[in-house]
């Protein structure tokens, strides 16, 4: 059971626009905390997609984007393209645990 | 380049004894917060515990707290995993994260390419 919860499974068409959700607690994403975003594509490390809720690092597209309200935190991704099938996964720090917390991760298909 | 490299695969029998390693290049190593991210087959990425290589400072996720150790030697710019020893459940691919310059409680801007261990009778 992952301290950050996100929905295993999201698909859209290319072209198409999709969310992700992020959902953590008082004691993480709610307590301030900033939420960060990676893909991960098969059989590949991890890569920081989105950093501070909504800042991209050099490189990644703009069709992706990040935003943070209360408790919970979203990745936006437009204008679908095959090579986005991959693993997202959202990240914050929480405060009880005094560490590092991901959500369970989010496998993005494109149909 | 910036870049986190990690020591090679590794198959292991339960009970054996195992230490991997992390080395930064092109950046102040001694700086950064190293973190080990653990995913088990098929699974999502676990947080184990992180460390300061500047001083050698750790913090463990309560679920790996005793399981593993995690060191640095600043003189080489390299950060260990270490296990005493590993259970089958320990077979995964371990990575090593660099956290960005805003500290521990913030994201991972570099990542290793992943170590997996294999622990099998």
């Known amino acids: 059971q992952s301290v950050l919860t996100q929905p295993p499974s999201v698909s859209g068409a290319p072209g198409q626009r999709v969310t992700i959700s992020c959902t953590g607690n008082?004691?993480?994403?709610?307590?301030?905390?900033?939420a960060h975003w990676y893909q991960q594509l098969p059989g590949t490390a991890p890569r920081l997609l989105i950093y501070g809720n909504n800042h991209r690092p050099s490189g990644v597209p703009d069709r992706f984007s990040g935003s943070k309200s209360g408790t919970s935190a979203s990745l936006a991704i437009s204008g679908l393209q095959a090579d986005d099938e991959a693993d997202y996964y959202c990240q914050s720090y929480d405060d009880r645990l005094s560490g590092s917390v991901f959500g369970g991760g989010t496998k993005l298909t494109v149909l | 380049d910036v870049q986190l490299v990690q020591s090679g695969a590794e198959v292991k029998k339960p009970g054996e004894s195992l230490k991997i390693s992390c080395q930064g290049f092109?950046?102040?190593?001694?700086?950064?917060?190293i973190g080990w991210v653990r995913q088990m087959p098929g699974k999502g990425l676990e947080w184990m515990g992180v460390i300061y290589p500047g001083d050698s400072y750790s913090r463990y996720s309560p679920s790996f707290q005793g399981q593993v150790t995690i060191s640095a030697d600043k003189s080489i710019n390299t950060a260990y995993l270490q296990w005493s020893s590993l259970k089958a459940s320990d077979s995964a691919i371990y990575y090593c994260a660099r956290h960005t310059d805003y500290g521990s409680r913030d994201g991972f801007d570099l990542w290793g390419q992943g170590t997996v261990v294999t622990v099998s009778s």
């Open positions: 092109h950046y102040s190593f001694t700086t950064f917060y």
């Open positions: 008082s004691s993480n994403i709610g307590a301030g905390y900033a």
